[in-house]
């Protein structure tokens, strides 16, 4: 029978409860109303609880806590329903089924929400008791707010217990928070459990702001555990200094070297996701445990980093400095577009310098979408350490357009990352933009770039794959596309010495992979439309004779002049016709280190055939 009435809990110490304090268990405590609440009046506790704060071996279990109302259960200034343990024994499982629920803390002293915790008591040793799972079920809106929290988490060798949070609307607003955490004790540290799961679905829209999170970290040796979010759309955004969806590993107080790891993230929209305003979904490390892979995918992805100084929002992984180096992955995908907006990002980030740094693997950084466009955006993976950095891997079937914004890899004292762009039928534009991997500081190769596409358009565009250090190699770059189609008709191609990136400069379009004291790299274009007419133009060098090249390579009319820039050859006159020839000759190691005579300019070649 369905309970019609309202019930209210309010004042300091007022409690609904049964708790064990020896080795019997705790009984269950179920509460069943047509509304209820639950208000501690910001200066202490009403609650409905079980917990277990026995000293006995063995000890006795807190009990289950069942809270069901078909109307609006309220919870704040101080309310709690909670099943916990401070003992061997475990805390109970905390159920909670109504048609709307409010969690807000209001600014109370104490924690307002839902909770199952295991707590260090003083005098006990050996294994702690573990915390309960908890099961939130909402028909219509769920609110936390003002720092009121769902959470399980653990303080001991116990583990926490798993999180489920299902409503049609939910709002984690103004620092509050569902979560599940491995966290260490202050005073007396010991290993600590593992962190529990944290499973939250919206079936209409999810919004995380203003500080809120939803987050499964590691403060202890425990590992944390993986956060899975569903809904229909999700918006993250607002201030604070943590907030969206993230998982890290911050290691123990008492030895970084016993951190656990940080967890996996699962976020998948049915319609759009859209962070904004510092907004993030992250897996970083700050230890010795590693990041967790984090997996995004909606309809449409929208990303914009505008109002948000000195933070970027987006979708990261990273390992900070002192950490193992062990970044996570990021794969993100889209059924419609991916949108980068006013510094969006998608990053990984490694910082970390290590005694052996080959021993870590380096991530994976993938974007996949019809159509993904980026304007004042990146997508980037960096290592300012000696760890190489990540690769980046994008995939498009209609549009890559980059405006004033870049796809890029860098590194310190390691290898480059690659970059692998492909794009089928589809049209990329760099629009003062550039796709690059390079290496600064003073070890390290370059990293491959390949490029497929059917259009590749550049207007002041640069693909690059350049190193810096001392006796390193350039990078390969592949361009594969059927038209390559560059501002001004100009483009320079390969290089000893590298270019410098200028947004703004008109026509300056650059592929290359240059090691100014080393050995660059292979620079390969393979196109049958390569529009450069009439806009090639020439430094005080030997010119090739034009042969009247035009716009189309099989129409005589015009004149062109092509400067000696990189590899590969032409024809010694651009009458004759360019056969489907191999894209370049084999030259010795010694002749490609030394410059191009000025009777000997180069430009990649391409292969042409012209129609009968």
Not at 487 to 497: A, E, M, N, V, W
Request: with cysteine.
């Amino acid at each position: 029978m369905q309970a019609t009435g309202s019930l209210s809990v309010k004042d300091n110490g007022s409690s609904i409860n049964s708790s064990t304090w020896w080795s019997g268990n705790a009984g269950t405590v179920k509460v069943s109303a047509g509304s209820i609440t639950l208000d501690g009046q910001g200066n202490g506790v009403a609650a409905i609880s079980s917990a277990s704060r026995s000293l006995s071996d063995p000890a006795g279990r807190a009990g289950t806590v069942d809270v069901t109302t078909a109307g609006t259960l309220a919870v704040r200034n101080g309310g709690l329903i909670d099943s916990s343990t401070w003992s061997r024994g475990n805390a109970g499982t905390v159920k909670v089924s109504a048609g709307r629920l409010v969690i807000d803390g209001m600014g109370a002293r104490t924690s307002t929400g839902i909770s199952s915790n295991n707590y260090p008591l003083s005098g006990l040793t050996g294994n702690a008791g573990s915390a309960g799972n908890i099961d939130v079920m909402v028909a219509g809106s769920l609110s936390v707010l003002n720092a009121g929290q769902i959470d399980s988490s653990t303080w001991s060798t116990g583990n926490a217990g798993t999180v489920k949070v299902a409503a049609d609307t939910i709002t984690v607003d103004r620092e509050g928070s569902i979560r599940s955490t491995s966290s260490q004790q202050v005073l007396a540290p010991v290993p600590t459990g593992f962190g529990g799961n944290v499973q939250v679905n919206a079936r209409n829209t999810l919004t995380i702001s203003n500080g809120g999170e939803i987050d499964s970290s590691t403060y202890g040796s425990g590992n944390a555990g993986t956060v899975s979010v569903s809904a229909g759309d999700i918006r993250i955004f607002g201030e604070g200094t943590l907030f969206g969806i993230f998982s890290a590993a911050y290691g123990t107080l008492e030895n970084l070297a016993r951190s656990g790891n940080a967890g996996s993230l699962d976020v998948r929209a049915t319609g759009a996701l859209e962070i904004a305003n510092g907004g993030m979904i992250s897996s970083s490390t700050l230890t010795s445990g590693s990041a967790g892979k984090v997996t995004v995918s909606a309809a449409n992805v929208r990303i914009d980093g505008q109002n948000s100084p000195g933070r970027n929002s987006g979708i990261f992984s990273r390992a900070y400095y002192g950490s193992s180096g062990q970044s996570g992955q990021i794969i993100l995908s889209a059924r419609d577009s991916v949108s980068l907006t006013g510094h969006g990002t998608v990053s990984i980030q490694n910082d970390a310098s290590l005694g052996n740094p080959f021993g870590v693997t380096p991530g994976l950084l993938a974007v996949s979408a019809p159509t993904i466009l980026l304007k004042d955006a990146e997508i980037t993976a960096a290592s300012t350490g000696n760890v190489a950095a990540s690769q980046v891997q994008v995939d498009f079937s209609q549009r890559l357009a980059l405006d004033n914004s870049g796809i890029t890899t860098s590194a310190n004292q390691g290898n480059g990352g690659s970059i692998d762009i492909t794009g089928g039928q589809g049209t990329i534009l760099l629009d003062n933009a550039q796709i690059s991997t390079s290496v600064k500081g003073v070890a390290g190769n370059g990293g491959d770039i390949h490029v497929q596409a059917h259009t590749l358009i550049m207007n002041t565009g640069f693909i690059q794959a350049n190193t810096a250090a001392r006796n390193a190699a350039g990078g390969h770059v592949q361009i594969d596309v059927q038209a390559l189609v560059p501002s001004g008709d100009t483009l320079f191609i390969g290089g000893q010495t590298p270019y410098i990136f200028q947004p703004g400069v008109f026509s300056f379009n650059v592929i290359q992979a240059a090691a100014p004291t080393g050995v660059s790299g292979v620079v390969q274009i393979s196109t049958p439309l390569l529009d450069i007419s009439g806009a090639l133009t020439g430094f005080n060098v030997q010119l090739l004779d034009s042969g009247g090249l035009g716009h189309h390579p099989c129409r005589i009319t015009g004149g062109s002049s092509l400067v000696q820039t990189g590899r590969g050859g032409f024809a010694p006159s651009a009458r004759d016709l360019l056969g489907p020839a191999p894209l370049f000759a084999e030259t010795p190691l010694a002749d490609r280190m030394l410059p191009p005579s000025p009777g000997d300019p180069r430009l990649a070649s391409t292969s042409w055939r012209c129609a009968s």
